[in-house]
């Protein structure tokens, strides 16, 4: 198998984002607590992780935390930011050693110190690397990016920086917490539910989605890879006629 490094030849799809849902379903399933199926959820992060480096795709943008899981009982959340916790140390030295770059995106600013302080360590260390872009959203909601993309550049407007008339798409867009990252070419999401639930709402405008009922720790490289060959498949037109998009027309 390659290392994630060495995929040389760019693969189609630059950008894939996952909302990785099931965890507490499938610890129901086997009579355990719901935290018992976001600890056995990590395991396929890691492999998602490897195989999208493996494809040489650009970028991964898993959505762990919404800015709505808050709404959980207490207990839930503690364990998760347990979690996020444990598995930034445990992985950033494996996700370093294979050329991840690692972000996470959302508002980390309601997180403990300790949690925002492991974050930035682990950002800063892979910050140079050149292989795969991870990011994870972690309290992280399409209308909070949105709002706070709005609040910050009408803080520019009123300081005199930004003229209004020069906000477009495509500035706004480098304003978002992806800059810089193509718009998701792929979305999955694991759990059976047909719904964005507030994940990348601005970026996903012309996304092709992928719902699998596969629960989140049973996500492997076989539904990866249904996902990636259903894309394939598909003719994305961006509002022109498929002759357009063919070469085939007058
Ligand atoms: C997704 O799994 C993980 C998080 C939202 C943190 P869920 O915990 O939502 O699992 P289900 O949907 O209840 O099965
Ligand atoms: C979406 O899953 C958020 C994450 C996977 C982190 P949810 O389980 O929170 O979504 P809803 O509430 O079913 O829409
Ligand atoms: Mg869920």
């Keep these: 198998m390659a290392d994630p490094d060495q995929a040389d030849k760019p693969h189609p799809i630059k950008h894939v984002a996952i909302i990785m849902d099931g965890n507490g379903r499938w610890a129901q399933q086997r009579n ?19 195989y999208a480096g493996q494809l040489g795709i650009q970028a991964l943008t898993l959505y762990a935390f919404s800015s709505e899981n808050w709404r959980r009982p207490e207990a839930e959340v503690g364990v998760l930011m347990e979690l996020f916790m444990t598995v930034l140390t445990s992985e950033v030295k494996r996700l370093h050693k294979n050329n991840v770059r690692l972000r996470i995106i959302g508002d980390i600013s309601r997180f403990s110190d300790k949690l925002q302080h492991k974050i930035r360590e682990a950002e800063a260390k892979t910050a140079d690397n050149k292989g795969l872009l991870l990011n994870i959203a972690a309290n992280y909601g399409g209308r909070w990016d949105v709002v706070d993309t709005a609040k910050r550049l009408a803080q520019q407007v009123k300081n005199g920086e930004l003229d209004v008339n020069d906000i477009d798409e495509t500035m706004f867009t480098n304003a978002t917490c992806l800059a810089g990252v193509p718009d998701p070419d792929l979305m999955i999401r694991t759990g059976g539910d047909h719904r964005i639930s507030n994940f990348l709402i601005w970026q ?47």
């Design 32 to 50: 355990k607590p719901r935290v018992f199926g976001h600890k056995s959820g990590v395991q396929s992060v890691r492999r998602a992780v490897r």
């Design 204 to 250: 996903a405008a012309y996304t092709e989605f992928y719902f699998t009922d596969t629960l989140w720790p049973d996500f492997d490289e076989t539904v990866f890879e249904q996902a990636i060959q259903s894309f394939m498949q598909r003719e994305r037109r961006f509002g022109c006629t498929g002759e357009q998009v063919q070469g085939t027309d007058a």
